[in-house]
């Protein structure tokens, strides 16, 4: 009965979370100005977030509020605090994981004159991979000394993210897409990456691409942002990459970002909950208000969408600022949280007279096609890595013990120290700790079985050797699939 009323209203159901710190009162003004203008929106409220936490639920959602998202498919959500340490995981990156929300787009755009920036031309749009490399989140204590952190990336999670990147260009009618990486380094996982851009990217003749290494491509993006338009990055880079760009054109408070996936999407303000700031209505909406905009969007409210973002453009332009753009001698009023949604509110129907009008056609929800898994490439084990926990200090002294432990298949090529190679030939100077890696490589070339490793690892248990992790060395379809050590 009631979904048939909400269908005939046209209205569609959507979740929504008012967070922590500045939460509720962004969201509270949000939803203002979302009714204000006419949107058909019919809301489930949940909670999550920091009181879920405490309570003692570490994951800071329930499960019927999982339930909901799951059934309405579209999340507003005001950014939430994740306490620090103590066994939390962050409910944001759950989210995306769980909703398989893989793209994370971030437009960044500066409101020259009208709010102070160093960059008056910058228009780009950062969209970030939201599911794997380091927020994996997988880490562990190996040794007294070392701690580690996998970073997974996976092809169909690089064609998924580098595709939709392409599409959204494709679609938002912007020239260029760029791709940054660290790949001189990290020649598998970011090089994977870099190969899947320069794969995809010649699907797409019309779109202009190039490629940056992440250090220097940060360094032009904080200094000549006018010279990207969209760019795609792994999630790390993204993430950080997405507030820089937010901040450089006046303020991290001003920009709104989009999770979306095959099913569900979640939309927010890329800014946290500043608890330092909550409570006291002076926290900028703009991110939030930015995110529902692109939910707008999305759903196809289009009209909405359009008539919320003029309003704003003409609120910022009327030099009605919140406390964290309000500069002398550009801004006219400096006003709080509410005040500024009363603004923009006062201006729907109107329109900017300098800063471009936007008009928005389309709903922007993207269909991509699901990915295809390749069929199977030739796989081969051709060696092994041994990670020992050692506290002696001298890589001669393992290599003799790993040497004592070679068996019929495989033989000691290398020992690595957090990846620099110590022996055959080390460096006295080089500073070791006690996490060493030793590779054993199949004595011929040929392939070896996991029995061989097995037999390794025996050997190494009689002599007493702490093996806290191997990693095997393949070969697929006759290519390399491993890292040298430095130096080697
Ligand atoms: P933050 O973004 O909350 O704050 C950084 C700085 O920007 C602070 O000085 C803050 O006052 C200011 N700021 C942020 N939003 C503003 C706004 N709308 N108006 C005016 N000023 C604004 O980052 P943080 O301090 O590193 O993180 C605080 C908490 O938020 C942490 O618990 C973190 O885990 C969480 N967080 C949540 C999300 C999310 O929910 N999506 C994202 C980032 C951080």
Redesign the pocket.
């Known amino acids: 009965m009631q979904i048939c009323a909400i269908k005939k209203m046209n209205m569609t159901k959507i979740t929504v979370a008012r967070?922590d710190?500045?939460g509720p009162e962004?969201m509270e003004v949000t939803l203002e100005i979302l009714f204000a203008a006419g949107a058909k929106l019919q809301i489930d409220e949940i909670e999550v977030g920091e009181k879920v936490y405490l309570s003692g639920n570490t994951s800071g959602i329930t499960k019927e509020s999982w339930d909901v998202i799951r059934r309405n498919k579209i999340f507003l959500k005001a950014?939430?605090?994740?306490p620090q340490g103590g066994g939390y995981k962050s409910l944001?990156v759950s989210t995306r994981k769980f909703l398989g929300l893989y793209s994370n787009v971030r437009p960044c755009m500066s409101l020259h004159p009208f709010v102070k920036t160093k960059h008056p031309i910058m228009d780009l749009v950062i969209i970030r991979e939201n599911e794997e490399d380091l927020y994996a989140g997988i880490e562990h204590q190996q040794t007294d000394e070392v701690v580690q952190c996998l970073k997974l990336i996976s092809r169909p999670g690089c064609e998924k993210i580098i595709r939709y990147a392409f599409e959204y260009a494709k679609q938002q009618k912007r020239k260029k897409v760029t791709c940054f990486t660290k790949d001189n380094i990290m020649k598998q996982t970011d090089g994977l990456f870099h190969k899947v851009f320069d794969e995809i990217a010649e699907e797409y003749p019309d779109i202009e691409n190039e490629h940056w290494i992440v250090d220097i491509g940060a360094a032009k993006l904080a200094d000549t942002p006018e010279a990207f338009d969209v760019i795609v990055m792994p999630n790390l880079y993204g993430d950080i990459l997405s507030d820089v760009a937010a901040q450089i054109t006046g303020?991290?408070?001003l920009a709104g970002s989009a999770n979306i996936g095959e099913e569900c999407a979640m939309f927010?303000?890329i800014?946290?909950?500043?608890?330092?700031?909550a409570g006291q209505n002076i926290?900028?909406p703009s991110?939030l208000l930015q995110g529902a905009i692109m939910m707008l969007n999305h759903i196809g409210e289009t009209a909405v969408a359009e008539n919320i973002q003029n309003a704003w453009l003409k609120t910022i332009e009327d030099g009605i600022h919140?406390s964290?753009i309000f500069k002398e001698g550009i801004s006219k009023k400096r006003v709080g949280t509410k005040e500024f949604a009363k603004a923009v509110i006062a201006n729907l129907g109107l329109k900017p007279g300098l800063l471009n009008v936007v008009t928005y056609a389309n709903s922007t929800s993207l269909h991509l096609p699901s990915y295809k898994r390749k069929p199977a490439a030739k796989k081969e084990l051709l060696g092994v890595d041994l990670f020992v926990h050692w506290r002696g200090s001298h890589a001669d002294e393992l290599a003799t013990f790993m040497h004592s432990m070679a068996t019929s298949n495989l033989q000691l090529s290398m020992i690595t120290n957090r990846g620099i190679k110590v022996y055959p030939d080390g460096f006295k100077e080089t500073f070791c700790t006690d996490h060493w890696r030793c590779r054993f490589m199949s004595c011929d070339g040929q392939q070896i079985s996991n029995g061989a490793i097995i037999e390794l690892m025996s050997a190494a248990l009689a002599i007493q050797i702490d093996i806290i992790k191997t990693e095997n060395l393949y070969a697929f379809d006759g290519v390399k699939a491993y890292s040298l050590g430095q130096g080697q």
């Not at 800014?271 to 330092?276: D, Q, T």
């Open positions: 967070g710190g500045i962004i950014p939430i605090t994740t944001n303020s991290v408070g927010e303000a800014h946290g909950s500043a608890p330092l700031i926290a900028n991110g919140t964290d």
